[in-house]
């Protein structure tokens, strides 16, 4: 847990390189580390680096499922003013855009 969100860092070997690492969802294993992976296995704070850049350090939660959503947000157009904009790709419809 970083930040009260559950993260798993992921090692991956490779035959010449060596090893690399990403940080993945606990949740859902969606990869979070989007742009380079680790050369060696992250600090807490290279994790809260992350964490802190995906929606400005907060989790945002699907209007539909309630699950936690990270770099797959989409935002719903017609939203109601006050109410909860974010839906998941997997409640995600394109008539709510």
């Keep these: 847990m970083i930040g009260g969100w559950p993260v798993v860092v ?20 969606g990869t979070l580390t989007m742009g380079e992976s680790w050369d060696a296995y992250p600090t807490e704070q290279q994790m809260r680096i992350v964490l802190d850049d995906l929606h400005d350090g907060e989790a945002i939660c ?31 419809d394109e008539r709510l855009r």
Excluded: F, H, M
Aim: with cysteine; hydrophobic share 25%; proline share 6%.
């Design 10 to 29: 992921q090692r991956t070997l490779w035959p010449v390189e060596g090893a690399s690492y990403d940080l993945l969802d606990g949740d859902t294993l």
């Design 62 to 92: 699907c209007r539909s499922c309630q699950k936690r959503i990270y770099r797959d947000a989409r935002r719903v157009g017609a939203a109601e003013p006050g109410s909860n904009p974010y839906c998941c790709c997997d409640c995600w």
